[in-house]
């Protein structure tokens, strides 16, 4: 059922709703097998001031797997990563249509406050952007925002260790987070992304302002993660797709007859079977480099 949801601001008011979130605790199931659906996209389409970005997604995020998004620049993947924790009601003029459901709960239901999917469905982005504050500071900032006091150097630390940077910045919690490497900096988002207990953690090219030798931190990192979390991330880089997720999304641009360009999904399967065996010419075409 398509309904639509205009961009909205966040007010104190909004933000102190009893929502049906808070009800749902999050899952961190670390062998749970058959894979169910944590969060399934069905006919979503999303529009800047009336300019339709992505049209028509529908695919299911499985608990405790990695879902990779590709495809081109400008095909909508990080529009539609946005959606998956409202960050794109923060962007004005963008337009929601479609379900997005969290455990069968509707996330743009009337009753959602957009703070608390933002908790449950955290996000890094592709640049890390630490705050200008100390390494401790910035892990910290989610569960003060949610008005925890009790408990943070636990939560700080156990955030720390699960990003693999406890042991490098143990001794330094109280130096500028702006001091550390850019590998060192996009573990920390990631510290700061777990502090708040997600289920999800959204990851938009999460390494492409890393070297190598980081990158190869934040993949390994990303499949100790998801014995907890249920990560997507997009990438460019076919290879990272192809070694750390399980599941890929293949999204194109396609031209309409007023020559307006849109993006779509055109194919969503087991990674395996995009790299290998991909039933879609155009998702072969891309994943063997003949397009771009
Ligand atoms: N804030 C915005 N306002 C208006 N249009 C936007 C905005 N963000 C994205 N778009 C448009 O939506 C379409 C999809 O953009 P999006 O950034 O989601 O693509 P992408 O697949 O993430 O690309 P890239 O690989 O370059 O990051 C593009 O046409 C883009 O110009
Ligand atoms: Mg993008």
Not at 220 to 227: G, I
């Amino acid at each position: 059922m398509a309904r639509k949801v205009e961009g909205t601001t966040m007010t104190e008011e909004n933000q102190a709703q009893v929502t049906p979130m808070q009800q749902i605790e999050p899952q961190h199931h670390a062998d749970k097998a058959p894979r169910e659906s944590l969060v399934t996209v069905d006919d979503v389409t999303v529009k800047y001031s009336g300019s339709t970005a992505v049209e028509g997604v529908t695919f299911d995020i499985a608990t405790n797997e990695i879902t990779a998004l590709i495809g081109a620049s400008g095909c909508g993947k990080s529009t539609l990563l946005r959606c998956i924790n409202r960050m794109n009601d923060l962007i004005p003029g963008a337009e929601v249509t479609g379900t997005i459901n969290y455990k069968g709960v509707d996330l743009y239901g009337e009753k959602i406050d957009p703070v608390q999917v933002r908790k449950l469905i955290g996000m890094v982005f592709q640049k890390p952007n630490p705050f200008p504050k100390s390494i401790y500071d910035n892990v910290a900032f989610g569960p003060r925002v949610l008005g925890i006091k009790e408990d943070l150097d636990e939560i700080v630390e156990k955030s720390l260790r699960r990003a693999s940077l406890w042991d490098e910045v143990k001794n330094r919690l109280n130096s500028s987070a702006l001091g550390m490497s850019g590998g060192q900096q996009q573990r920390l988002c990631i510290a700061r992304a777990i502090a708040t207990s997600p289920d999800v953690i959204l990851m938009d090219e999460p390494c492409s302002a890393l070297d190598p030798i980081s990158t190869g931190r934040i993949e390994d990192l990303m499949e100790e993660l998801k014995t907890r979390y249920t990560i997507v991330i997009v990438t460019h880089n076919m290879q990272q797709a192809a070694r750390v997720s399980d599941k890929t999304a293949f999204f194109t641009v396609n031209v309409n007859e007023d020559d307006k360009r849109f993006g779509q999904l055109v194919e969503f399967d087991d990674t395996e079977k995009i790299f290998t065996n991909p039933s879609d010419q155009r998702t072969e075409d891309y994943v063997t480099g003949k397009v771009g």
